[in-house]
């Protein structure tokens, strides 16, 4: 049976499975996710996940390449479904219905030797999927290696989580691991764990290193708690980020983007050296 002859879901069906992941327990048993809009969906395309089902209103949409690209995925067997643009704005959760949405598989990558890259990220628990969602975009666009997800408290493919990450999510390995799983690793491939604390005495700016070819991690924590002691009792060192202002501490996400541009120039700066 080709894929024209079988038969596609109906929109109710597809309708029931859409809404019902945005929740995170539908997510995880289901190991999949949502996404909207053109960007979304070519850059998932692009890096290789899974499509399930996909929605569309040739009306609303005005993407040739994302059509095409639907096109190809529907021949290759992934259900297809067409709506009118009443039904698919009973869907869209984006400012502007973009006129094309997905069911993707989840992605996880196994806490395996360091990659190559500027660095780990290490998420121990983040609240707000905005704040995670531009984690991840800054990550991506500094080269991070993967982001370490210990536990279960932050779910990367929430739809805010998604829609932030401007598509970083879909090129990042994300990784989901235990404390215990985390402290083996680290000491394996000896890897530095380096938290990031306001009650840190150590600027980041100060960050040695005692063997700059050594894997680094940046850990971070809950948005107003901070990093765990479980997790402080894992990591080798802590720093804080300058501040001279009366506000008691920075935005999350905030202070992600400094410390990986922090890095990012110092690995910018070695490679100039290195090249003189």
């Known amino acids: 049976m080709t894929s024209e002859s079988r038969p596609a879901p109906s929109f109710p069906a597809l309708l029931a499975r859409f809404r019902s992941l945005t929740t995170r327990p539908a997510r995880t ?43 190809r995925l529907h021949i290759g067997g992934v259900p297809r479904v067409k709506v009118s643009p009443e039904q698919f704005r009973a869907v869209s959760r984006g400012a502007r219905a973009s006129g094309i949405a997905a069911i993707v598989r989840q992605r996880w990558a196994p806490l395996g030797p360091p990659r190559a890259g500027l660095c780990h990220l ?102 107003r708690r901070g990093i765990s002691p479980r997790m402080q009792s894992l990591c080798t060192s802590e720093f804080r980020l300058p501040m001279v202002g009366r506000a008691d501490s920075l935005n999350v996400s905030i202070a992600a983007g400094v410390m990986l541009y922090e890095l990012m120039r110092r690995q910018v700066r070695a490679a100039a050296m290195a090249a003189r």
Request: glycine share 8%; net charge negative; with cysteine.
């Open 29 to 71: 048993a289901q190991n999949a996710f949502f996404i909207e809009g053109l960007r979304s969906f070519i850059q998932a395309h692009d890096a290789g996940f899974v499509f399930q089902a996909i929605l569309y209103s040739p009306i609303l949409l005005k993407g040739d390449l994302a059509d095409m690209l639907a096109r």
């Open 122 to 223: 290490v998420v121990e628990q983040i609240r707000c999927p905005g704040n995670l969602g531009t984690i991840l975009r800054t990550a991506e666009a500094t080269g991070v290696a993967s982001v370490i997800f210990v536990g279960n408290f932050s779910d990367p493919y929430d739809p805010a989580c998604v829609r932030a990450s401007m598509g970083g999510l879909f090129h990042l390995p994300l990784v989901r691991t235990t404390h215990e799983e985390l402290a083996e690793w680290s000491h394996k491939q000896h890897v530095e764990l380096v938290g990031l604390s306001a009650s840190a005495e150590p600027l980041w700016t100060a960050l040695p290193r005692s063997n700059p070819r050594a894997p680094l991690a940046i850990v971070l924590g809950e948005e």
